[in-house]
């Protein structure tokens, strides 16, 4: 075997040249490998891939990012297609209509309270349909003693709507307020688009910010729940029999040849609806024992509720480092999220944060929501927290006792907090101090009043009934530190016998010390 040659990178190029006519001047410093493996300095050196959009990139660890910045950052990335269209189809499988909202016209109906109260109760509208994806083009409401039975604004209001859906190019029209079938088929024959109504518009909502399990699966339980009376079908596509053999090819099970198509899928929702409610039977076992561990171990809690976009889950983050998404829009965060904290002197507490409450929230929510809502009406302290900046904060605070009063958490000894100091005007702050005279006023943003508001929940929690005065030997290092969790110490002092408390505790705690009494 003979030795190959030695390679040398400048022989071998030399002896390309004049393969093309263009021919490549290199650089003597390049092709000396021996001056490249000796040279050290390559500070000028600039990648052919640097590129001037890299400069803003921000070198942070991702994995430093809370649970709820990435939560946020991969909503963003989500953006609706434009250009959908959702005029009427022939859906000849009825499932759930989904909802692909894109350029929307509002129409309302006023029957009681003053014009103000409509424009709020329009604006709020328009809030909820942008946070579901829709571009609001147009807004109308009119001042009527009722809703008119058939078609919800009445005949005339049909054609003038009509005419804007075909003047703006609308593809949806929502209306504020829930609609009866009858309705919505009526004024989708006469409108010739699609028309959803305000709970529909809630429960896309809700279906889109869902992350836990428990929570997609009471969405699906409301939607079922709202979409069962209101199955239709074009063309007469469920109105027709299932006539054959085999009943239209449902087999074992139909309930033979007279059995219509819309009969079958309510059938088959009402299966659905029974399914969910089974798993959301065994999620809320699962919820209560944790919720009796924390009885057990005479751990207090505190619910943080409140109308949507008030800044619940900005408060959390403020109060306790939780690190949830926060979101300037409606029912950003659905999922309650708890989390462990300490007051002042030591003592064990846990914070929770609920789903938002809205005007005319659909009863199908409550009773889908009620194991998550029940962490409010279970809780030793409410923190319902108030968005001082909104034009009606007084018609926020009346909406969210009316959904505590309908889940039973009355009882609850409630704080007002008055939140968004930094945007709100002192006289509506004032105002509200006024009519709520136990209330705090906080900015989850700036931090201002945080202080104040963690003295107010360190005074309301529940407080230890049983007085004790005990000398624990150094070796029951364990009851000094419940005590430290549990109790509240009124001295303790380290002497050569052992530690020295006085406090009170619990019954339960301080059965175990009665031991150790002086």
Not at 32 to 53: I, K, V
Not at 130 to 148: H, I, N, W
Not at 285 to 295: A, D, I
């Amino acid at each position: 075997m003979t030795n190959a040659p030695d390679f040398n990178l400048r022989d071998a190029l030399d002896a390309t040249r004049g393969w093309d006519d263009d021919a490549i001047e290199l650089d003597d410093e390049l092709l000396d490998t021996d001056a490249a493996e000796d040279t050290d300095d390559d500070a000028d050196f600039e990648s052919g891939y640097a590129d001037t959009a890299y400069d803003d990139y921000d070198e942070d660890d991702p994995e430093e990012l809370t649970l709820g910045a990435q939560e946020l950052a991969e909503r963003h990335a989500l953006r609706r297609v434009a250009s959908l269209r959702t005029e009427l189809e022939d859906i000849t499988e009825v499932e759930y209509r989904q909802l692909r909202l894109e350029k929307v016209v509002l129409v309302g109906v006023w029957t009681e309270g003053s014009v103000t109260d409509a424009e709020n109760s329009m604006a709020e509208l328009a809030l909820l349909a942008e946070t579901a994806g829709s571009e609001v083009l147009e807004a109308v409401f009119q001042r009527r003693q009722k809703p008119d039975p058939a078609t919800y604004i009445g005949r005339g209001k049909v054609e003038a709507i009509r005419e804007i859906v075909q003047a703006t190019g609308a593809d949806t029209v929502i209306c504020d307020g829930e609609l009866a079938p009858s309705q919505l088929r009526n004024l989708e024959d006469k409108i010739k688009v699609k028309v959803v109504d305000r709970t529909a518009l809630i429960l896309d909502i809700f279906a889109q910010h869902a992350k836990s399990k428990e929570g997609q699966a009471q969405v699906e339980l409301a939607q079922l729940q709202y979409m069962k009376q209101r199955l239709r079908g074009w063309g007469g596509n469920l109105s027709r029999q299932a006539g054959g053999r085999a009943a239209g090819g449902e087999g074992i099970g139909g309930r033979g040849p007279g059995e219509t198509k819309i009969e079958t899928d309510r059938r088959r929702i009402n299966t659905k609806i029974a399914k969910l409610r089974r798993e959301l039977k065994e999620m809320r076992g699962t919820r209560e024992v944790k919720r009796q561990s924390r009885r057990r171990n005479h751990v207090p809690s505190v619910a943080i509720a409140g109308y949507t976009n008030a800044g619940k889950s900005s408060l959390l983050n403020r109060l306790t480092d939780a690190g949830v998404l926060v979101e300037d829009a409606l029912f950003a965060t659905l999922d309650p999220t708890t989390r462990r904290t300490t007051t002042s002197d030591g003592r064990v507490y846990t914070m929770s944060d609920t789903v938002g409450f809205v005007r005319h929230l659909p009863h199908d929510l409550v009773e889908a929501f009620r194991s998550t809502l029940e962490e409010v009406a279970d809780a030793d302290l409410l923190l319902h927290v108030v968005d001082g900046s909104h034009p009606d904060p007084e018609g926020q605070i009346a909406a969210v006792r009316e959904v505590l009063a309908e889940i039973g958490a009355t009882k609850v000894p409630e704080v007002i907090v008055i939140n968004k100091a930094d945007a709100a005007d002192p006289l509506v702050i004032g105002r509200l101090k006024a009519r709520e005279p136990h209330s705090v006023v906080v900015s989850a943003k700036t931090g201002e009043g945080i202080e104040e508001a963690l003295r107010t929940i360190e005074s309301e929690l529940p407080r230890p009934q049983v007085e004790f005065d005990v000398l624990l030997p150094y070796e029951r290092g364990d009851l000094v530190n419940r005590i430290h969790q549990e109790a509240e110490i009124g001295s303790m002092e380290h002497t050569g016998d052992g530690t020295l408390v006085v406090g009170r505790a619990n019954a339960d705690l301080a059965g175990e010390l009665e031991g150790y009494a002086r």
